[in-house]
């Protein structure tokens, strides 16, 4: 026994293996994934409406007069969002199942009202808003949350119905519902967006247990309608060629990335400090919302960029932790559809800044300004909230612990449900 040990021992203090096996045992509990995601979500917002803040000031005091125009939106947008995620962590399964019908019949429709002229607004090549005076709604980020919960539930009802053992059954009317989302985000040049529609596609067939060659055969086919959209649009091509040659021309197709470089490398280990940067200063074109992780690398440092990649995989691990943990096909094909999609936006996003991916225009979830993309998101998380409630012992916890804020504020008030 060593001098340490004995201490240990005789002061009845844990040793080190003692606590990471208590550390281990955190993520056993039933409610560690409802607690992971509302945690990841909370800590990502705060984080976002800073940066937001700190991104935006210098050009928003430029041109409004006020460095907090753009702060305020996201907050309005927050106040938004939040209750539309607390109210979906609260519904039912099925009442969860009967919203995606409208909700993607809602999102084909929006789509297709953007593509007319009058109506659709186009902005770094695409074409991907709806203007109704002041505001702007963007249909696309809408329509993954509706794939995400129609295909779940496509799905879901054809296991049940034991008809996915036929690769026409599994793919009909998945494959012609997906493609047509598809083409209508096409239609409006928006790539990045594809790519997740894509990606939540793929996630699905995954999840379902689609045969190996099948999958690898739309898997090369998505790879050929990529490419094919690459190749067709010259700004695309010039973005394309950009990252490939990286030290091509820095004034045009390369200028974005190599800002947003310079402005994660210039941070150091723990940044300039926050409002401190340098790129939002007209430098960094987009900065507050596709390339908001630059402004948190320069005045965050590595270690802030770190806190959001750890915070990322931690929403991604217990994404995947309820889709394997819950018995309900649905819910497994949802909570995985979800996680694929915030997951792999964000690796598109991050990859894109630190310029190992090439620029497609996406934000940052929880991160990056804009209404469009929060509320959805927020929305999709207190989905997976509710998904969370569902597994094994989790219900049970939840009751031992008493009510929540919320309750308890309810019945301050005299308000609380007899």
Not at 248 to 268: E, I, K, M
Not at 298 to 303: R, T, Y
Not at 408 to 414: F, N, Q, V
């Given at each position: 026994?060593?001098?340490?040990e ?5 002061t ?5 293996r003692?606590?990471?096996?208590a550390?281990?045992g ?5 409610l560690t994934?409802y ?6 979500s909370?800590l990502l ?6 940066m937001v803040l ?7 005091l430029?041109?409004t007069?006020s460095?907090?125009?753009l702060l305020?939106?996201?907050a ?7 209750p539309g995620m607390?109210l ?5 399964v099925?009442t969860?199942r009967v919203m995606?019908?409208?909700l993607?019949l809602?999102s084909i429709?929006a789509?297709a009202?953007?593509l007319?002229?009058?109506l659709?607004?186009?902005?770094g ?5 709806i203007?109704f ?13 509706g794939l ?5 539930d496509?799905?879901?009802?054809k296991?049940r119905?034991?008809q996915l053992t036929e690769?026409r059954s ?5 494959l ?7 083409l ?5 040049n928006?790539l990045g ?8 596609f793929?996630?699905l067939?995954?999840v ?9 055969g739309i898997a090369?086919?998505v790879?050929?309608?990529?490419s094919?959209?690459?190749?067709v649009?010259?700004y695309?091509m010039?973005r ?5 040659d ?5 004034l045009t197709?390369n200028?974005q ?16 400090g926050?409002g401190?940067g340098r790129?939002?200063w007209?430098?960094?074109?987009h900065?507050e919302t ?14 802030g960029t ?6 990322f995989?931690?929403?991604a691990y217990a ?6 943990r819950v018995?309900d096909?649905?819910t497994r094909l949802?909570?995985a559809?979800?996680t ?5 936006q ?6 894109a800044v630190?310029?190992?991916?090439p620029?497609?225009?996406i ?6 300004y ?11 998380l207190?989905v ?7 597994e094994?012992?989790?219900?049970q ?6 009510p929540g804020?919320?309750?308890r504020a309810?019945?301050?008030?005299g308000l609380a449900r007899?």
């Amino acid at each position: 026994m060593t001098a340490v040990e004995a201490e240990e021992e005789n002061t009845g203090r844990p040793g080190p293996r003692e606590q990471v096996a208590a550390a281990v045992g955190l993520l056993d509990r039933p409610l560690t994934s409802y607690y992971l995601v509302l945690g990841c979500s909370m800590l990502l917002l705060a984080l976002g409406l800073t940066m937001v803040l700190s991104a935006s000031s210098v050009k928003q005091l430029q041109e409004t007069g006020s460095a907090y125009t753009l702060l305020q939106k996201q907050a309005m947008w927050m106040a938004l969002g939040l209750p539309g995620m607390w109210l979906a962590s609260r519904l039912p399964v099925k009442t969860i199942r009967v919203m995606a019908y409208p909700l993607l019949l809602l999102s084909i429709v929006a789509l297709a009202l953007v593509l007319v002229p009058g109506l659709g607004r186009t902005a770094g090549g695409a074409t991907r808003w709806i203007s109704f005076g002041p505001f702007q709604l963007q249909p696309s980020e809408p329509a993954k949350l509706g794939l995400v919960l129609w295909g779940a539930d496509l799905l879901a009802r054809k296991e049940r119905l034991g008809q996915l053992t036929e690769w026409r059954s599994l793919l009909v009317p998945l494959l012609p519902g997906s493609g047509l989302l598809v083409l209508l985000v096409m239609l409006g040049n928006d790539l990045g967006t594809t790519l997740v529609l894509l990606t939540i596609f793929l996630a699905l067939l995954w999840v379902v247990g689609a045969p190996g060659r099948l999958f690898v055969g739309i898997a090369g086919l998505v790879c050929l309608l990529v490419s094919i959209l690459i190749v067709v649009e010259p700004y695309r091509m010039q973005r394309l060629t950009g990252f490939l040659d990286p030290s091509g021309n820095q004034l045009t197709s390369n200028y974005q990335g190599r800002q947003g470089l310079f402005a994660v490398a210039s941070g150091g280990w723990f940044g300039t400090g926050l409002g401190e940067g340098r790129a939002k200063w007209n430098y960094l074109p987009h900065a507050e919302t596709d390339f908001i992780f630059a402004i948190v690398g320069e005045e965050l440092g590595l270690v802030g960029t770190l806190v959001v990649l750890g915070l990322f995989g931690l929403l991604a691990y217990a994404g995947l932790r309820i889709a394997r943990r819950v018995k309900d096909p649905f819910t497994r094909l949802a909570a995985a559809g979800a996680t694929a999609w915030l997951v792999v936006q964000a690796i598109v996003n991050i990859g894109a800044v630190i310029n190992v991916l090439p620029i497609t225009g996406i934000p940052l979830p929880l991160v990056s300004y804009g209404g469009s993309a929060l509320i959805p998101t927020l929305i999709v998380l207190g989905v997976l909230l509710s998904f969370a409630k569902r597994e094994p012992g989790a219900r049970q916890a939840l009751a031992a612990r008493g009510p929540g804020p919320v309750s308890r504020a309810l019945s301050w008030l005299g308000l609380a449900r007899r």
